[in-house]
């Protein structure tokens, strides 16, 4: 099956500062990629997802790239917020038919005001 | 959310007692999932479900069954539950091709 691979496992940053996460994907046949975010005692809530025939997308202060040639794909927040803490998950699929979602093991990030 | 509920939300159990989670849907959807999350593993499938009767394994099947005899009504069951299936358990429906929906979860503790 897919392998997902997520760094940092923990992230603190200072309140406005940009924070970015990294996940790599070993199976070339991927093509879904989402992102969650688990607040503390809370269940995973998709906040973007970006499908392998674009590179980027951005929803305000959230962004997603992706890199199909090197397999690895990131998540960019900006002007972060002490909302933001959490912790986040990064997943990969291959969409549609397939129903399996792998995720990585999860970021932690603390946003410090 | 998505009309996806979990009971209970919490369990204490013994070693070697079965345990049947329930996970309940109200909006027809045809893919449901069971997750485990554990520190430093992020939340890995256990077993899934494709239809009424259609289920299969995930990467972490062992030790557990799973049972869809109506559309709205995933049931997992640890069959002997071992203190290695202390976990929190979360519960997924799929919408459309792409997006999944978590239920909130059952903390289950194996004592």
């Known amino acids: 099956g897919e392998n997902v691979e997520q760094h940092p496992s923990t992230l603190s940053v200072q309140e406005g500062d940009s924070a970015v996460i990294k996940c790599t994907y070993s199976?070339?046949?991927?093509?879904?990629f989402p992102w969650y975010k688990q607040e503390l005692g809370k269940r995973p809530q998709l906040i973007i997802d970006?499908?392998?025939?674009?590179g980027e997308k951005k929803d305000q202060r959230i962004a997603v790239t992706l890199n199909k040639t090197a397999k690895h794909f990131s998540l960019h927040i900006t002007e972060t917020q002490p909302e933001d803490s959490a912790v986040y998950f990064c997943?990969?699929?291959?969409?549609?038919?397939?129903?399996?979602?792998?995720f990585g093991t999860g970021t932690r990030l603390t946003v410090i005001p | 959310d998505a009309g996806i509920t979990q009971s209970p939300r919490h369990k204490v159990t013994e070693t070697g007692t079965p345990v049947t989670l329930r996970c309940h849907q109200t909006?027809?959807?045809?893919?449901m999932y069971w997750y485990r999350q554990d520190p430093g593993h992020g939340l890995r499938l256990i077993h899934y479900?494709?239809?009424?009767?259609?289920?299969d394994k995930g990467e972490v099947s062992d030790g557990y069954s799973v049972s869809r005899s109506k559309t709205e009504d995933f049931l997992l069951t640890l069959e002997s539950a071992t203190s290695s299936q202390t976990s929190v358990y979360f519960c997924?429906?799929?919408?459309?091709?792409?997006?999944?929906?978590f239920g909130s979860g059952t903390r289950l503790t194996v004592v």
């Open positions: 970006i499908r392998s025939n674009v």
């Open positions: 997943a990969a699929s291959i969409r549609p038919g397939a129903n399996n979602l792998f």
């Open positions: 479900s494709y239809g009424v009767k259609d289920t």
């Open positions: 199976d070339s046949a991927s093509n879904y």
């Open positions: 909006e027809n959807h045809r893919y």
């Open positions: 997924a429906i799929r919408q459309g091709d792409y997006g999944y929906t």
